[in-house]
């Protein structure tokens, strides 16, 4: 599967010349911004170079045999490109093209003659219709049709995170990698499936373990196998989140005319991600909102949650969103609110804490006291940036919750421009709404108890916490 | 009431040029923002002017009567100051300072004793615990203490729109505000009610049927008076949507130590609401993204939808989303199809409508078909604006849509800062999330129904077209 990221020599099959030629896009992209190392070859009826790339008018020509071909030309010429793939002994194929499955039966003929053709000669196959692989480590990308947002597409370059996600659809992969631009996202690797005719998310799933993936991200059309599926998250020991279409009749059916899926029943798709521990997210927004809960944040451990504010009425609707989420409002015990107490400016020292103008040191006694309290499993904090030196509180924050081990979920009511650069320029996990942060807090309990029920982490490890609080 | 939001004459009590003073803001923004053309006073203990304004040492001094008092003091000085508004003949005042109901036995009393000065004088009092009022048809505003937003604020001044905001607490006064800055809200007034002793959200509702109201935005801690705003909502002939904090025992808890509220029995609220035709927001975020459904879009009369993507997954996503909606994904007749099929570049005739690349005309002709098509109610677009013309075509689209007195719920997938940029500079009402304009569509067709179920409307005003629909 490596080199389906890390190809050393690569031949893009249609890349041409011609105006709007999607095969160029590839090449320029790899040439002029990623400055791609290895080998670029182009196919094209004329055999002319493209972008300073060697040019050949068959893929039997080139002079060595590419680790990678990637193929987008029109889907009837395919069939006869693989057979050249075949004779050429090349192993990894990405079909970009679309019109095949998705396309009627003409379509699902030719699919059928890849299928056999790759079974013969052990060829893998990523697609068709997808947009195949990028690595922000080894600087490979092979998305056609993205120049025009080069620049900005950088920033994945740039920082290189460990966040790889896994996206049947090519329209989703341009949403996700825009939301890069302004939520903290770091990302390793994204892949585009498409009909996932060979190649498909339970393969990824498993070679996602031994790389520097911390989370996977996924979003489905359909599941071709779900017993495979299953088998790979249940096994995984990293975080499987996945936004799923079809879960109503409509979008089955919407789906299958998009990416020719058959999705399944979703109430046995449903439990059968709770038995395998997989996150199901509830928007596509979810799948770049959450995952720096899991990356910036240890696990909550338990379901007790402090609330901390300096704008009285976010604790209010945090306290019924908590609720909703099925976890609790933590009662403090007596000795924390004396502490609180003595931290001064504190309006209200039961939960939700809600404080007046007070200096930093403040914020920082009230994150110790509530982190520090038996009772507590995690934080929400709920704090306006009126002034900047709360961010300096939050950076301190994020260190007591690393020492702690329990998470914040932070939310920064008002001023939402200002709140989404600061998260940018500080990398500090600031989520948009209440609703996100207390949803990531769900999302982070949830992942933790399905490490415990897979045997991943021993049952009684925060069990006794837990108990010696009940008794306080 | 009308007084409250467009007084000839305003003292402001609490207003001096000590540093950080919250009644200066008030004056200053009347002064050198707004421009305010009636009476400004200050009172405070030394008599001194405030930014021109002329100023006495109490309200009694003072050489005319005011229309509106507002008081930003230490709460224990406020039941003298209520004394001399009575003596003064000041009969609307509006308590900015915090500290009574809220804040235990002592604040109690004190609310006690105003309620018994203002009762026997027939003063009514907004507050206390709050902003008070903005009016932006009249440059009126006494919120304290938001001048370092003054002139992004000031675009809510230079556009007045219809949709009137009710809110209990401060901090969504301003979070509210602030997205204005982003989203297509024209705002009408806004008021902020704290703990309402006196003029509440039904006096205020009955207020807002007779100005230039046209959607009723209420953000509500608690229910003083369950029977009297049911009432008001009931016989209003524009929509009210409220989010209320306290719909579990712990937001109750949390919600009665911010604004003293005392919030009833959510199941019952929730069946009340039915019943008079309330919608109930389901976030914070809703109060600015929802309303312009309404005032820019006809009702959605019926619950059948089409959709129309040029970014394939976004039907799939859409149609699930519209099912949980309990919308209808319609099956459209075979002569809407015949029409679509010759439109050209159309990949999928059904619904959802999925084109490639295509002209503008061929954008405008789908619109048309699918708006005309007696068995759709409404339209969902779901357009990625990979192509500038795609703006000028959604222009056309909201002038069909008036035509044919159905709404499309507009949402433009990928690239979302042009998007939101689109959306306030040419005012189309764009939603962020296939989500929300889902859920745009759904509260169309609640407030619809709701007019139908109160005899507003006849009842059978869209049931004959339904009918014809399910036989074809």
Redesign the interface.
């Given at each position: 599967m490596e080199k389906f990221f890390d190809p050393k020599s690569v031949v893009v099959v249609g890349a041409s010349n011609s105006p709007f030629n999607l095969g160029a896009t590839i090449c320029n992209m790899l040439k002029d911004y990623l400055k791609y190392p290895g080998a670029v070859y182009a196919v094209n009826s004329k055999g002319e170079k493209v972008n300073d790339y060697p040019g050949y008018s068959s893929i039997r020509d080139l002079p060595e045999t590419p680790d990678l071909a990637v193929i987008i030309v029109a889907a009837k010429h395919v069939p006869g490109i693989i057979r050249d793939c075949a004779v050429k002994g090349i192993k990894r194929v990405i079909i970009e093209s679309a019109g095949f499955s998705e396309g009627g039966s003409d379509g699902k003929a030719m699919q059928r003659e890849i299928d056999d053709v790759a079974r013969a000669n052990d060829i893998r196959i990523m697609g068709p219709n997808c947009l195949g692989t990028l690595d922000t480590r080894k600087k490979f990308c092979c998305f056609y049709g993205v120049n025009p947002s080069l620049v900005e597409m950088g920033r994945i370059f740039e920082a290189p995170g460990n966040i790889s996600y896994i996206i049947q659809?090519?329209?989703?992969v341009?949403?996700v990698i825009?939301s890069f631009?302004?939520d903290l996202v770091g990302v390793n690797k994204v892949v585009s499936i498409g009909n996932k005719c060979d190649v498909d998310e339970a393969d990824l799933i498993e070679y996602f373990q031994k790389d520097e993936t911390e989370v996977i991200g996924m979003?489905l059309?359909s599941v071709a196998d779900g017993r495979k599926l299953m088998e790979a998250a249940k096994k995984s020991r990293k975080p499987i989140m996945i936004y799923k279409?079809?879960?109503?009749?409509?979008?089955v059916?919407?789906?299958m005319?998009?990416?020719a899926g058959m999705a399944s029943n979703d109430k046995i798709f449903e439990s059968a991600c709770k038995q395998a521990g997989i996150i199901r997210l509830k928007?596509?927004?979810e799948l770049h909102s959450m995952p720096k809960m899991l990356t910036e944040m240890p696990p909550l451990k338990g379901k007790r949650i402090a609330?901390f504010t300096n704008?009285?009425?976010?604790?209010?609707?945090?306290?019924?969103l908590?609720?909703?989420a099925d976890l609790h409002?933590v009662r403090l015990k007596s000795q924390t609110q004396e502490k609180l107490k003595k931290a001064g400016q504190v309006?209200?020292i039961?939960n939700?804490v809600?404080i007046g103008p007070a200096p930093p040191q403040t914020y920082l006694d009230i994150y110790e006291i509530l982190l520090s309290a038996d009772e507590v499993d995690g934080l929400l904090p709920l704090l306006?940036v009126w002034q900047t030196f709360v961010i300096d509180t939050l950076l301190e924050l994020m260190k007591m919750c690393k020492h702690y081990e329990k998470p914040a979920a932070i939310y920064t009511?008002?001023?939402?421009?200002k709140s989404i650069a600061i998260r940018t320029k500080h990398r500090i996990p600031i989520f948009e709404?209440?609703?996100q942060a207390v949803r990531a807090l769900s999302v982070s309990h949830y992942y933790y108890d399905s490490l415990r029920k897979r045997k991943f982490i021993p049952a009684d490890s925060s069990a006794k916490k837990e108990k010696l609080s009940h008794t306080g």
């Open positions: 659809s090519g329209g989703i341009v949403l825009e631009f302004y979003y059309e279409v079809g879960r109503t009749q409509e979008g059916m919407a789906a005319s998009h990416t928007s596509i927004d609330m704008s009285g009425a976010f604790g209010s609707i945090s306290a019924d908590l609720v909703e409002v309006f209200n039961k939700p809600d306006s009511p008002n001023a939402m421009a709404t209440a609703e």
